[in-house]
């Protein structure tokens, strides 16, 4: 079993991590630190400290024995929500009509003519990304970008390149009337090796500052340590299991099966046999589950019911100053929904749950591969 430890940084000043690589002039930011960058930092921080990569640098960054967890943006003493592909919201007016929100994914066994509207207006639904910081009420997360034109650098020379101005988005606090409140960024770190966690407590003392993202010389991406606890467990997942069995049944699941979400908390990068990217091919053995685990389909269709987006992740390489290959994805917020017959439940739920602690995939060790199952908004917000 792995340590989980929740890390929380603290926005010291304004963030730039780049959507994509910085050849066009108009450059947007992410709203998350991904893992990637975090291991970054972290290894940063320790070769200022120490000096040469050794053994421990070893296992701490460059082994499966961490993984570092992508840090969402959060509010003290809150619990951010991602919102899946499967959330819909007001068309016209977004989270502005609360009572709109629901989320579609057991709409699956419903009449396909009976479109969902606005409760408020009568608009009809769309599909909506961001986070939640709060389930009940509803409170959206937006972190507030602003725009920053810059002089770009000569990399050979450090100095100011003739002639090129660009401009970038940068995260400088929250998008909500309260903005009085820090802008936080929380996640999860595993840890397999219980030995290296005293290193990464020092390296993690409350108010060290780390280095994140672009424009670095600028005075930007400074990120301040506040906390680093043991991690709180979540809702057990037979609990949830058996919830989302519950509205399944409702929303006119067959009741000899038993149904469950895998909705990706992270990018997932899994390839097949021949190393190529799996994209909307993947079946429910490449999460490791068991024969006669399968998707389930629309009665009307085919189709099974998959919520899945693709990504291409850029990468940067520090050290070398030099781009890192592309890796194709699918993309947080991910929705995949599965069934197996009542027998196999408890073989189930024993592999959701290997799924859920060591993730799926790829780049685990940077935040990739985590993975939701019967994540609550799913059975608590379908209407
Ligand atoms: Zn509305």
């Given at each position: 079993?792995?340590?989980?430890?929740?890390?929380?940084?603290?926005?010291?000043?304004?963030?730039a991590l780049?959507?994509?690589?910085?050849?066009?002039?108009?450059?947007?930011?992410?709203?998350?630190?991904?893992?990637?960058?975090?291991?970054?930092?972290?290894?940063?921080?320790?070769?200022?400290?120490?000096?040469?990569?050794?053994?421990?640098?070893?296992?701490?960054?460059?082994?499966?024995?961490?993984q570092?967890?992508?840090?969402?943006?959060?509010?003290?003493?809150?619990?951010?929500?991602?919102?899946?592909?499967?959330?819909?919201?007001?068309?016209?007016?977004?989270?502005k009509?609360?009572?709109?929100?629901?989320?579609?994914?057991?709409?699956?066994?419903?009449?396909?003519?009976?479109?969902k509207?606005?409760?408020?207006?009568?608009?009809?639904?769309?599909?909506?990304?961001?986070?939640?910081?709060?389930?009940n009420?509803?409170?959206?997360?937006?972190?507030?970008s602003?725009?920053?034109?810059?002089?770009?650098i000569?990399r050979?020379?450090?100095?100011?390149?003739?002639?090129?101005?660009?401009?970038?988005?940068?995260?400088?606090?929250?998008?909500?009337?309260?903005?009085?409140q820090?802008?936080?960024?929380?996640?999860?770190?595993?840890?397999?090796?219980?030995?290296?966690?005293?290193?990464?407590?020092?390296?993690l003392?409350?108010?060290t500052?780390?280095?994140?993202?672009a424009?670095?010389?600028?005075g930007?991406?400074?990120?301040?340590?506040?906390?680093?606890?043991?991690?709180?467990?979540?809702?057990?997942?037979?609990?949830?299991?058996?919830?989302?069995?519950?509205?399944?049944?409702?929303?006119?699941?067959?009741?000899?099966?038993?149904?469950?979400?895998?909705?990706?908390?992270?990018?997932?990068?899994?390839?097949?046999?021949?190393?190529?990217?799996?994209?909307?091919?993947?079946?429910?053995?490449?999460?490791?589950?068991?024969?006669?685990v399968?998707?389930?389909?629309?009665?009307?269709?085919?189709?099974?019911?998959?919520?899945?987006?693709a990504?291409?992740?850029p990468g940067?390489?520090?050290?070398?100053?030099?781009?890192?290959?592309d890796?194709?994805?699918?993309?947080?917020?991910?929705?995949?929904?599965?069934?197996?017959?009542?027998?196999?439940?408890?073989?189930?739920?024993?592999?959701?749950?290997?799924i859920e602690?060591?993730?799926?995939?790829?780049?685990?060790?940077?935040?990739?591969?985590?993975?939701?199952?019967?994540?609550?908004?799913?059975?608590?917000?379908?209407?």
């Open positions: 079993m792995a340590l989980e430890f929740t890390l929380v940084l603290q926005l010291h000043a304004p963030l780049h959507r994509t690589r910085t050849g066009v002039q108009f450059v947007e930011t992410l709203d998350i630190i991904p893992g990637t960058a975090l291991r970054g930092a972290l290894a940063e921080a320790y070769l200022t400290k120490h000096g040469a990569p050794d053994g421990t640098f070893r296992a701490l960054f460059l082994s499966d024995q961490v570092y967890g992508d840090l969402w943006p959060a509010l003290e003493g809150k619990q951010t929500t991602l919102l899946p592909a499967t959330a819909q919201v007001c068309k016209r007016y977004g989270l009509h609360p009572a709109s929100f629901r989320d579609a994914l057991l709409d699956v066994w419903a009449d396909s003519g009976d479109d509207k606005c409760r408020e207006c009568g608009e009809s639904l769309d599909r909506v990304g961001g986070y939640l910081c709060s389930l009420p509803l409170e959206p997360l937006s972190p507030r602003r725009l920053r034109v810059s002089t770009a000569e050979s020379t450090g100095t100011v390149a003739r002639e090129m101005l660009f401009t970038q988005h940068t995260l400088v606090g929250l998008g909500t009337p309260d903005d009085k820090p802008l936080l960024f929380q996640g999860v770190v595993r840890l397999f090796d219980p030995t290296l966690q005293s290193e990464l407590m020092r390296l003392q409350s108010n500052i780390l280095f994140l993202g424009g670095r010389s600028r930007l991406g400074q990120m301040k340590v506040k906390a680093w606890s043991e991690a709180s467990a979540p809702e057990p997942l037979a609990e949830r299991w058996n919830q989302f069995n519950a509205a399944a049944q409702r929303a006119g699941g067959d009741a000899s099966k038993r149904y469950f979400s895998l909705t990706l908390l992270s990018h997932l990068a899994l390839r097949d046999n021949l190393l190529r990217p799996m994209q909307g091919e993947i079946t429910p053995q490449h999460f490791g589950l068991p024969e006669g399968t998707w389930v389909r629309y009665s009307d269709s085919d189709q099974s019911v998959l919520f899945l987006n990504i291409t992740v940067w390489n520090t050290a070398l100053g030099l781009p890192k290959s890796t194709v994805a699918l993309a947080r917020g991910s929705v995949l929904l599965g069934q197996c017959d009542a027998g196999q439940e408890q073989a189930v739920l024993g592999c959701l749950a290997q602690a060591e993730g799926v995939g790829e780049r685990r060790n940077e935040g990739f591969g985590r993975v939701a199952v019967c994540y609550p908004i799913h059975y608590t917000c379908w209407r």
